[in-house]
């Protein structure tokens, strides 16, 4: 079972549009991460997300985290070829005590074409 | 400051070989764990430590070992290579499990295939 949903997995577009990609789950999270992946790295941290209905800005990228901290977005205003990437959600829960694990999306592939 | 450093980056080995996938981080972090990435699967969680001597299973742990002797360094042993260990591996730490907002800085990746 995927606790965690990315849509879509794939996505290409023209540079200057905009974009939404989408972090779904049917159990609740303590937070939410997003991180990029760019071709032959490892994943690079975004932002994480703590408060249901929290929003937060990184220039043109807004994340926002659902009421219910059950699911998260992504969104891309006017993208660049240099948002190209893989992006993943990721999610933690706790496990017990204070310990937290963390479940990763399959991850929405970006190209973004000039 | 270095972070995160995985070597080799590259490896081939023939089914039944034995290697060692090193991880190394010089930012005193804790926690430090090693996933897989293939494709349509994600990123899975082969063991993770909490700390220097204590180690434990993830998701998918069968066929692969782990030791945590310092702080720094986390290496993953395959002992008997099989072709469905054909992967990247990641290496990540974060200064700690317990917290639920703390983020995993990842290693480059070991691109490994196994014939």
């Known amino acids: 079972t995927q606790l965690l949903e990315q849509s879509p997995q794939f996505l290409s577009i023209q540079e200057g549009e905009n974009l939404t990609v989408y972090c779904n789950s049917s159990?609740?999270?303590?937070?939410l991460q997003w991180y990029r992946q760019e071709p032959g790295e490892g994943p690079v941290l975004l932002v994480t997300?703590?408060?249901?209905?929290e929003v937060k800005k990184l220039k043109r990228l807004t994340f926002q985290f659902g009421d219910a901290r059950k699911d998260s977005s992504l969104h891309i205003t006017a993208a660049q070829p240099g948002d190209t990437g893989l992006y993943l959600c990721?999610?933690?829960?706790?496990?017990?005590?204070?310990?937290?694990?963390?479940?990763f999306g399959k991850g929405t592939l970006l190209t973004v074409n000039p | 400051n270095a972070g995160v450093t995985q070597t080799p980056k590259f490896q081939v080995l023939k089914t039944g070989q034995s290697m060692t996938l090193q991880c190394a981080q010089d930012?005193?972090?804790?926690?430090m764990s090693w996933y897989r990435q293939d494709p349509g699967m994600g990123l899975r969680l082969i063991h993770y430590?909490?700390?220097?001597?204590?180690?434990d299973q993830g998701e998918v742990p069968n066929g692969y070992n782990v030791s945590r002797s310092t702080t720094e360094d986390f290496p993953l042993r395959l002992l008997s290579a099989a072709p469905s260990q054909t992967s990247v591996y990641f290496c990540?730490?974060?200064?700690?499990?317990?917290?639920?907002?703390?983020?995993?800085?990842f290693g480059n990746g070991t691109r490994l295939t196994v014939t």
């Open positions: 930012m005193n972090h804790e926690y």
């Open positions: 159990s609740v999270f303590s937070s």
């Open positions: 990721a999610g933690a829960k706790n496990s017990g005590g204070s310990n937290y694990k963390l479940t």
């Open positions: 997300v703590v408060t249901g209905g």
């Open positions: 430590s909490v700390g220097a001597g204590i180690t």
């Open positions: 990540a730490s974060s200064y700690a499990e317990s917290s639920y907002n703390s983020p995993l800085h």
